[in-house]
């Protein structure tokens, strides 16, 4: 079938457009967030089309999928010639985030909204916000295998949080420093230049370096599960992460420490540092967990079930 959907996440978007479908992705001449086209940090396969507002205004779309407030309210409509999500055309509403505010009034925008399903990245996602009467399923991420390249060389701790600077609390950039005190920390992703970190790594170059260093740090308070911390443990790697949102469910005993105690991941940080046989095996432990529940066959096979219902 054919399938719009735009190019948000890059790394969740990868893994999507490796299905069987054909996908038209928006494009516009500045390729901002409204049309960013085919990805150019990652490889896309031939089945991944770029359609301009003319092109997508006649196109062939069987369903769309939408993940932002702004696609589902007039976006959509717009570049699809006048077709509404839901009504004219199937629709799929992935909500890849966490709810923000307070607990009585984390209401989804596609609440209560007929002939729409909402498809949550986690769990915890669908637990936590109200969509009403609007049908929900949910997809775990799954992502394509970068392979085990854990080496641990580098007796240093990997964070990947894009935009650290801006998201603060939200994704843990606090406490970053208190980390550092405890061993050698290296922040990566978009903006991390500003921190004193490397950012716009290629993917491939991304999990390289992050697989040098001896341990994988997830700090992030409240976000949906993060695919960096995934792909972390399918490179190989230990972890230590905050016991927040998603991550007690993904991250196994015997694959790290998980916390909500600062001082036990510290700890912990410093033990896989100073013990690199202990960090190896817990490494292994959260390879095989993370290819066994987040493997990229398992993640085609849910959504082309979802893409079936919603178009039957």
Known sequence: MNVFVWHVHGSWTTAFVQGSHRYL?????????????????????????????????VAGVDVVVLQRPEELFGMAEAWLGGRRPGRDVPAVYVEHNAPQGRIGAMRHPAADWPDLTIAHVTNFNRLFWDTGSTRTVVVEHGI?????????????????????????????????????????????????????????????????????RRVYLHPVRWTSLGLSLIEAMQLGMPVVALATTEVPEAVPQEAGVVSTRVEALQQGLRDFIAEPDRAMLAGKHARAAALQRYGVTRFLDDWDTVLAEVTR
């Open 25 to 57: 992705v928006p494009v516009l001449p500045d390729r901002g967030p409204d049309g960013r086209g085919r990805a150019r940090t990652w490889e896309w396969p031939d089945s991944v089309s770029e359609v301009t507002p003319t092109e997508a205004a």
């Open 144 to 212: 394509i295998d970068p392979g085990e390249r854990y080496t641990g060389e580098l007796a240093r701790a990997a964070v990947v949080i894009n935009e650290a600077g801006r998201r603060g609390r939200v994704t843990g950039t606090d406490l970053l420093e208190g980390f550092a005190d405890a061993v050698p920390v290296d922040l990566f992703g978009m903006g991390a230049g500003a921190l004193g970190g490397v950012e716009d790594l290629p993917q491939d170059r991304l999990h390289t370096e992050m697989a040098r």
